[in-house]
């Protein structure tokens, strides 16, 4: 029941409610009037799992959460199991408009069966969807009786929704040294692997750092989130949850988007500072153009990431020359790449070929990633996973990479930065490097 929805809404529920049988969910997606997704969230202020992603260049938000069903899994094949999780979901679904997005998070590493953070897979109650200022409400309860009435009754509420004003507290300065996960070990650990790299162990490897910022009064995730979306417009926003807290961030980097068979993904990798003046600015983007190093690490990102999508079929995927991405305090070398998606190929399939890609891993992948645990002090959980949404039958979805992000409990935050180490690569660069990433998430944190 995907076509346009008819007047008469209480007949259309109904109908989904004696079709469900009492078994399984219905869904319910419906246009009010315009609504902020992360105002509606904070409004809410439910507990996790929550899920929030926005572009505001691109005037997209969606905020999700009360989960119905779940899904947890870990390994190699998490992602082919979750898709099998999907299949079924899907199957048990009853919908009265577009069927409902599922919200995603995969952790850089797969774990196995005794050890390893989990990705999660979870159907919401409630999500709210604004695309240049048309916002749609998706609403889902399970099919027991009296479910359509429930469903209108949530429809008007948010139909009238009020926001509730919650200012944040004053913020805290932040702080000239923060403290370091495993203390001044990066350096070193960026020489050693460009010995390694000259060695022949691998071509390419990120390294990233972990820093810790304690304070007396609680971070507020939504507070925070605001601040990223209003001082980094062109970057991906987002809130997903983990056992140990929310993380919260604004991720430049998209590893898989599909929309009406058209598949969209990025090679992000080569970076330099902003300038402080126009001249600067524009000396410092001439130079990371024309970067041999920058450019040798892009160029194998782009290739890696081409050579997995047609791996699993995509077809026609191409990239364009590498053009700026110009952001508040960084700059990086961005490569679009587009492709078809085969009709016999599923979102979760190719995004599970393409994760992790050489920009928060290395390359080649099976050489580079089991190095980093022996190098970093710390666990990335979700930092440098995949974190996003699929529709429920598995015909669109977006996935980002989790980056310029800060794991937040109480009055504890853990912020996360990272570099793509190469042959060449020069520690104190590196460094250098991490701490202007940094700043994205640390100046936003209130």
Known sequence: MDSVLPIDEAAQLSAAEQSAGGVGFVSYTFTTPELDPLAVMETLDEPAPRGYFENPSRRRGHAAGAPLRQWSGRGEGRFLEADR?????????????????????????PGNAEDGAYAKLFLPGWQVVNEDGRTDVTLCEPATPGCATRLAIRAEN???????????????????????????????????????????????VVL??????????PFSAYATLHRLRRANPQCHTFLVDEVDGALVGATPETLLSLFDGSVRSESVAGTTRRGDSASEDASLAEALLTSEKDLREHSAVT??????????????????????????NVMHLRTPIEGTMPIDRRF??????LHPTPAVGGKPRVLALPFIPGFEPH??????????????????????VALRC????????????????????????????????????????T
């Open 348 to 353: 979760l399939e190719v995004a599970g070929e």
């Open 85 to 109: 999780w999907l299949k079924e979901l899907n199957a048990c679904l009853v919908c009265v408009g577009p069927r409902p997005r599922i919200i995603a998070t995969f952790p850089f590493y």
């Open 158 to 204: 948010f139909r009238k929704f009020t926001y509730r004003s919650n200012p944040p507290s004053p913020r805290a300065p932040v702080p000239t040294v923060l403290s370091e996960v495993g203390g001044a070990w990066f350096t070193s650990a960026v020489s050693r692997a460009t010995e390694l790299i000259k060695e022949g162990a691998f071509e390419k």
């Open 379 to 400: 666990q990335r959980g979700l930092y440098t996973g995949a974190v996003g949404w699929i529709s429920s039958d598995g015909g669109s979805g977006k996935l980002f």
């Open 208 to 217: 990233s750092r972990a820093f810790d910022w304690r304070r007396a009064e």
């Open 303 to 328: 290739a890696s990431i081409l050579r997995r999508l047609r791996m699993v079929g995509v077809l026609a995927a191409t990239s364009r020359k590498a053009e700026l991405l110009r952001l508040g």
């Open 406 to 445: 800060a794991r937040l409990k109480g009055s504890e935050a853990r912020a996360f930065a990272g570099a793509g180490i190469v042959a060449g690569s020069d520690p104190g660069a590196e460094t250098a490097e991490t701490e202007m990433k940094l700043r994205t998430v640390l100046e936003a944190l």
